[in-house]
């Protein structure tokens, strides 16, 4: 059975646009495929460690730098237990807010905490980064409430998607489809940007 992990990365609950919109997307899913299995991830729910100094050394000797020890095993296997359950789903799907002209500061702490070589890429010194998964496929919501495609710089920059992007790219999903509800504030019809995007999701 196909499974779809849901992660919820604004803390804003029923009040936030982008989780909202992510709903939608997987409630249509739900109804075209009732076998969908579905993994809610609650960023703000969720205790996730600190990626301090040990599970950081764990990560540094598959670089060559140190060697593991009792306690950096011990950390090593809480990542490798939180990226499992990442590397599980055949679709992510991500509702996301700009904050700052990036993400959300727990959005950034998953990712860091589940970008780890031998998992989801591998490197080599004359090749570079290369991604390890296979077959899975991304959807993400972003929303702001003054950025655009296409503003006025004064209006900020976009390390929003095109973070993402990135990362999806460089662990190995390249299918990536981005739905924008942006800007929210600056226009004279934000309802009619929403309902485009809700429809959008929902013909998916």
């Known amino acids: 059975m196909p499974t779809l992990l849901h992660i919820v990365a604004s803390p804003r609950g029923s009040a936030s646009k982008s989780n909202a919109l992510a709903e939608t997307f997987v409630t249509a899913q739900r109804a075209k495929d009732p076998t969908l299995q579905v993994d809610r991830l609650d960023l703000w729910d969720e205790d996730l460690p600190a990626f301090d100094g040990d599970p950081a050394a764990a990560k540094m000797t598959f670089f060559g730098v140190g060697e593991m020890d009792p306690a950096k ?3 090593w296997s809480e990542v490798a237990r ?5 590397m599980a789903a055949d679709h992510i799907v991500i509702g996301v807010p700009m904050w700052n002209g990036g993400i959300p500061y727990r959005l950034k702490h998953y ?3 589940i970008t780890q070589p ?3 890429f591998g490197f080599d010194p004359e090749a570079g980064y290369s991604g390890l ?3 899975k496929k991304a959807t993400v919501v972003t929303t702001s409430g003054v950025w655009s495609e296409g ?3 004064k209006y900020g920059s976009d390390f929003h998607s095109t973070y993402l992007k990135w990362w999806f790219e460089t662990i190995g999903i390249t ?3 981005i739905v924008r509800y942006q800007p929210s504030l600056l226009t004279n019809d934000p309802q009619a940007g929403y309902d485009h995007a809700q429809a959008t999701l929902t013909a998916m």
């Open 111 to 113: 990712i860091d905490i």
């Open 118 to 120: 031998g998992m989801l």
């Open 73 to 75: 095993e011990q950390a």
């Open 151 to 153: 503003a006025d710089a």
């Open 175 to 177: 299918d990536v489809t």
């Open 82 to 86: 939180i990226t499992d359950r990442f």
């Open 133 to 135: 998964l296979r077959n």
